[in-house]
């Protein structure tokens, strides 16, 4: 299982960015797909998350309204449209994926419960 994060960067604060996560290696169509992230000397927290037909998603309350969450099953991609981004949403991001079997759901974004990672994209507002 391969997860590949892009589109981090520096960006001033009210600005936007657009990270994207490209999966292999793995039935894509039975996994939850979430964005966490992890600033310094903080532990690692659940931004958003979206469950395998892509019709669900769950949102941290500190991003809610703000970033929005998505999959494209066809490129086996999942995004992550940030916008008003602020200071403190400075953090490297990652994208993950987490094995579901029928009746789960993805709304616990929680670290612990995603099996892959990808290697992460910095991501800094200032």
């Known amino acids: 299982v391969q997860l590949v994060e892009s589109g981090g960067g520096l960006v001033q604060p009210g600005g936007s960015l657009r990270l994207s996560c490209a999966a292999s290696g793995y039935t894509y169509s039975s996994y939850c797909m979430g964005w966490f992230r992890q600033a310094p000397g903080k532990e690692r927290e659940g931004v958003a998350a979206?469950?395998?037909?892509?019709?669900?998603?769950y949102y941290a309350d500190s991003v809610k309204g703000r970033f929005t969450i998505s999959r494209d099953s066809a490129k086996n991609s999942v995004y992550l449209q940030m916008n008003a981004l602020q200071p403190e949403d400075t953090a490297m991001y990652y994208c993950?994926?987490?094995?579901?079997?029928?009746?789960?759901?993805?709304?616990?974004?929680?670290?612990?419960?995603?099996?892959?990672w990808g290697q992460g994209t910095q991501v800094t507002v200032s």
């Open positions: 979206i469950d395998s037909g892509g019709s669900t998603t």
């Open positions: 993950a994926a987490r094995k579901v079997v029928a009746g789960q759901t993805c709304a616990a974004v929680r670290a612990s419960l995603y099996n892959y």
